[in-house]
């Protein structure tokens, strides 16, 4: 069963702060990609990855920067957290086009 | 750019009512279309796809018919239980063109009341 895990699960930053998102998956899968989910949009992408040391820019991927030092991991990173940014985060990783999501990081900025 | 339009943010129903959840979509190429599933404190999961015009994808009760005329895949369940209670996304995916991105739209949550 595909896997993916993401930490922490809940968290709550400070405005300005710095706040890093962690994703891992046992799947094997090469894609992975980070959404956003706000009631009233649904998820939106912010960024996405298909292999290694490369990522891609999503369709809201402003304020927001990822790292994918290995094939396993995929970060996310807020380098200045704002007010907005409040949401719930989901990572996933894909196969046979179906995505495999983790169980998502509540995220409040005060 | 793609895009996905569900019309009900909400839907409230009583055990074995039908279900109906409207999904269009607006694509440049020949998209895949997803049906996906959440439970409260999970991540979304696939519920079913489909590939093709006319293609019916189903599963668990739930189907949906990828129409290309009229650019829809509207969700559909004869009898609804209480444990569908959740949020229900449609979505695509245009792979054609070598574009690898999934394009939600804004969910649905669905309320079953015993």
């Known amino acids: 069963e595909a896997a993916v895990t993401q930490s922490p699960r809940s968290k709550v930053a400070v405005t300005g702060g710095k706040v890093t998102l962690s994703c891992h998956q046992t799947?094997?899968?090469?894609?992975m990609y980070w959404y956003r989910q706000d009631t009233g949009h649904g998820l939106r992408l912010i960024h996405y990855?298909?292999?290694?040391?490369?990522?891609e820019k999503g369709d809201i991927p402003d304020g927001y920067k990822a790292s994918r030092p290995s094939q396993e991991n995929f970060s996310l990173i807020l380098e200045l957290a704002s007010l907005s940014q409040t949401a719930v985060y989901f990572c996933a990783s894909r196969t046979a086009n179906t995505l495999y999501f983790g169980a998502g990081t509540r995220l409040s900025v005060l | 750019g793609d895009s996905v339009t569900q019309t009900e943010g909400q839907v409230a129903l009583s055990e074995e009512d039908f279900l109906t959840i409207h999904c269009n979509y607006s694509?440049?190429?020949?998209?895949?279309l997803f049906w996906y599933v959440q439970y409260p404190g999970e991540g979304p999961q696939l519920l079913f796809r489909a590939s093709r015009d006319k293609e019916k994808g189903s599963s668990r009760g739930f189907e949906a018919t990828y129409d290309k005329g009229t650019t829809s895949f509207h969700l559909r369940k004869a009898s609804v239980q209480e444990s569908d209670s959740a949020v229900y996304y449609c979505a695509l995916s245009d792979q054609g063109t070598g574009n690898y991105k999934y394009v939600f739209g804004a969910g649905t949550r669905l309320k079953v009341i015993a």
């Open positions: 990855s298909y292999v290694a040391d490369s990522t």
């Open positions: 694509a440049s190429g020949y998209p895949t």
């Open positions: 799947n094997n899968h090469d894609y």
